[in-house]
């Protein structure tokens, strides 16, 4: 029996490195051996602008082509293609069934449009799917789509019995895989051992997940859906003769994207130690965010003696009320001392935290954003989006639609509305242009071009056409802050052809623009600044 191995298409405003990664794909492949198999990505090297779909077709008085690094997004695309693959060779290998990985429950209508285009091909073939998205809900996937079965949870446990029962003919139950007629949402936590997921990337990046599952309870969180409660960790024996077989490049960034890999101290500090005896030149990274909570003395001594380049930190929240319903068991306070230590090695330090929680309130977020922007840190703001069979979306009246449960669709989930969460996320992407200015900076743009005359016309007008001689996107971005603060709205800064523009202000929520605009002077670090 042969295997083939898939991802799919997916639409939105912008992909990561790590949505672009098909060695998911390759590591699949291994798993399932000895069966025969063959990978075909159809996201890479593939991607193109689309019309933003109907269901989102709110968001698109927001998207102007706005050249300041503060912009909100310029256009929609899709990754990827059903069709970009090689037919000749999918039919010469002749496979008896399809494997796709599926890894966000967001991107449903990809997975529907592959499995649609692979049983035109031959309606004979037998679909399984799995990742992240199906662990969530497989009777969704289930009931609306081609797929035959549904791996929820890791693969590693039941996948290759199930390809076994194919083979075989059997029809014996396997836990945590459904079919149409067996969607009974009950789902078992394996204890399992499995090979530690490690990729080279251009010579340049080697991406690490080492660790399966989390014990926390976290209400948002869909960790414990995916990879199940039981928090695992793979061999160390095995992570070093994968690094054995791995080619070795100078200058590499070791990127480790566990969720939880910082939970266990001592098998953080083993992996450590085996990265820094097989790599003479690289740095360190968890740019999935790291539990902050698990950062002690020591633990950051250590990642600083391991060249970490920057600090990925994930917060949620401050509110304390916010923190304690959705379950994270810190305060404010915790997260001082931990960026006071880490304050001392002067380097990068990137905060996450959720905009547009179910019981969040305007303050609580707006509070959030001001006591980040005095720390100094980049702001990584994440509307927030639920995932099915979460905990809690028990407490969201839904109806389920995948485009809306996307971060980048702003949907209004709770009391914060879409016009809302989008001035949050501009206002967070506000701060971090600003914060990489002077006030010097300010004087120099003020002499260098007609400021004071823009400032003047836009105080009367939603916009106006300018000329801007040779200016480059960081000056353009000074003018626009420049601007934004002086009329207490934010500007963008659309180019209609050469040194030609249109200084245009964000459809924002105004009161809440204002009130933002106008503390954020009062902060130290921004008094600075002259108007």
């Excluded at 949505?19 to 990505?41: G, H, Q």
């Excluded at 009931?143 to 003919?169: M, Q």
Aim: net charge positive; hydrophobic share 35%; with cysteine.
């Amino acid at each position: 029996m042969k295997i083939a191995i898939f991802n799919h298409p997916f639409t939105d405003f912008y992909t990561s490195p790590d949505r672009l990664n098909c060695r998911i794909l390759e590591y699949l492949a291994d798993i399932i051996k000895p069966f025969k198999s063959t990978v075909f990505d159809v996201v890479k090297n593939r991607s193109e602008r689309i019309e933003i779909p109907d269901d989102l077709k709110y968001l698109k008085e927001f998207m102007l082509k706005d050249q300041s690094t503060y912009s909100f997004f310029h256009s929609y695309c899709k990754f990827g293609d059903e069709k970009n693959f090689n037919h000749k060779y999918f039919k010469e290998f002749s496979p008896d069934v399809i494997l796709i990985t599926s890894f966000a429950f967001c991107y449903f209508e990809g997975f529907r449009m592959m499995t649609e285009y692979l049983k035109k091909i031959n309606r004979n073939l037998i679909i399984i799917c799995g990742g992240a998205g199906p662990s969530c809900y497989p009777e969704y996937y289930l009931k609306n789509s081609k797929t035959d079965y549904v791996v929820a949870g890791p693969a590693e446990p039941v996948l290759k019995k199930l390809l076994f029962n194919i083979k075989e003919k059997k029809k014996n139950r396997l836990l945590n895989v459904y079919h149409s007629g067996d969607i009974n949402f009950l789902k078992y936590d394996y204890k399992y051992d499995f090979k530690p997921f490690i990729a080279e990337k251009k010579s340049k990046i080697v991406q690490m997940q080492l660790t399966r599952g989390c014990p926390k309870k976290c209400s948002y969180c869909s960790v414990r859906l995916t990879a199940g409660n039981i928090f695992l960790k793979s061999k160390i024996k095995k992570i070093k003769d994968k690094l054995l077989n791995l080619k070795k490049s100078e200058n590499v960034n070791i990127d480790i994207e566990d969720d939880n890999i910082s939970y266990d101290k001592d098998y953080l500090i083993k992996v450590l130690r085996l990265i820094k005896s097989s790599f003479k030149n690289y740095t360190l990274s968890f740019e999935n965010g790291i539990d902050f909570t698990t950062l002690d003395e020591e633990v950051i001594r250590i990642l600083v003696l391991n060249n970490i380049k920057q600090w990925n930190l994930s917060l949620t929240a401050i509110n304390p009320e916010v923190l304690k319903k959705t379950g994270r068991n810190y305060n404010k306070k915790n997260f001082d001392d931990v960026i006071e230590k880490l304050m001392i090695y002067k380097k990068m330090i990137i905060v996450y935290f959720i905009c547009g929680l179910p019981d969040d309130k305007e303050k609580n977020i707006l509070d959030s954003l001001l006591y980040l922007a005095e720390k100094n840190v980049l702001i990584g703001i994440s509307s927030f989006y639920p995932v099915p069979n979460t905990e809690i979306i028990k407490n969201i009246d839904i109806k389920i639609n995948p485009q809306f449960m996307k971060g980048t669709s702003f949907y209004k989930w709770g009391r914060i509305s879409t016009k809302k969460l989008i001035t949050f996320f501009m206002i967070t992407r506000f701060i971090n242009a600003t914060n990489k200015l002077l006030p010097i900076d300010f004087k120099s743009i003020v002499k260098k071009f007609s400021i004071r005359d823009f400032q003047r016309k836009l105080s009367d007008n939603d916009e106006i056409q300018v000329i801007i001689i040779n200016a480059s996107r960081d000056e353009l971005t000074l003018i626009g802050i420049y601007l934004s603060l002086s009329l207490n709205e934010i500007i963008g800064i659309e180019k209609i052809r050469d040194n030609e523009f249109n200084l245009k202000k964000y459809d924002l929520d105004k009161k809440l623009v204002k009130d933002f605009l106008n503390k954020l002077l009062k902060i130290e670090k921004y008094s600075k600044i002259k108007l």
